[in-house]
């Protein structure tokens, strides 16, 4: 089945250390996108990639890294300089330009600090 | 920047009672999408709205762009359990991006 796969499902980070989220599709889907999800609010935007080898900050890229080196893959990483990492994380995809098509999304990454 | 806010933030109903979800953008949006995320779960794709006074139908499920295109709604008829979750819409007003608005959360009594 074609479709968005998240992994962990579930994450602990320490003070300090940078985390990894891997997302990998095989929708063929051009545009990929990384999403933060607090409880009681919407989705909003971390990092968007159009193309492979290109990416966009979103409205809160800040404390947050990508790469889009092949167009199945867009990993987030968290780093250490964001310091409320504690959310859900939903990665996305989609055929066509980027936020005129509709979304795909993954089972999202719980992510906690321990 | 864009700011798209979504009434009611929660809504209890009994089964088989209609009902409403209302978004209104700060701008003029170029289209509008909605999503649904069933408690524990990812968002999924409803639909979407390009033009201004468009109005489409899924089964019970009504959506209507208004004739601004900065304003949209979500009616459900006769509400099922299988409706429980919370609804988002999405505006986009350039090339920015998607605004989600912060969903309303479907609570069903039988």
């Known amino acids: 089945d074609g479709g968005i796969t998240q992994s962990p499902k579930y994450l602990f980070r320490k003070e300090g250390q940078n985390v990894t989220l891997s997302c990998e599709q095989n929708l063929n889907h051009d545009a990929m996108y990384w999403y933060r999800q607090d409880p009681g609010q919407g989705l909003r935007l971390i990092y968007y990639s159009q193309i492979v080898n290109d990416f966009q900050k979103g409205d809160i890229a800040e404390g947050y890294s990508v790469s889009r080196e092949k167009k199945e893959s867009f990993p987030l990483t968290v780093t250490s300089a964001q310091k409320n990492p504690t959310a859900f994380y939903l990665c996305a995809s989609s055929s066509g330009g980027a936020f005129n098509q509709p979304q795909h999304f993954g089972d999202g990454t719980r992510l906690s600090i321990l | 920047g864009q700011q798209v806010m979504q009434i009611p933030q929660y809504q209890h109903v009994q089964e088989g009672e209609d009902f409403t979800t209302y978004c209104n953008s700060s701008t003029t949006l170029s289209n509008i999408q909605w999503y649904k995320q069933r408690p524990g779960g990812h968002p999924v794709f409803l639909i979407q709205l390009v033009k201004s006074g468009e109005v489409k139908k899924q089964k019970r499920l009504t959506f209507q762009f208004g004739e601004a295109k900065k304003n949209s709604s979500l009616h459900i008829t006769a509400t099922q359990t299988t409706d429980v979750g919370t609804y988002f819409c999405?505006?986009?007003?350039?090339?920015?991006?998607?605004?989600f608005g912060k969903g309303t959360h479907l609570i069903i009594q039988p």
């Open positions: 999405a505006g986009r007003g350039g090339a920015d991006g998607l605004t």
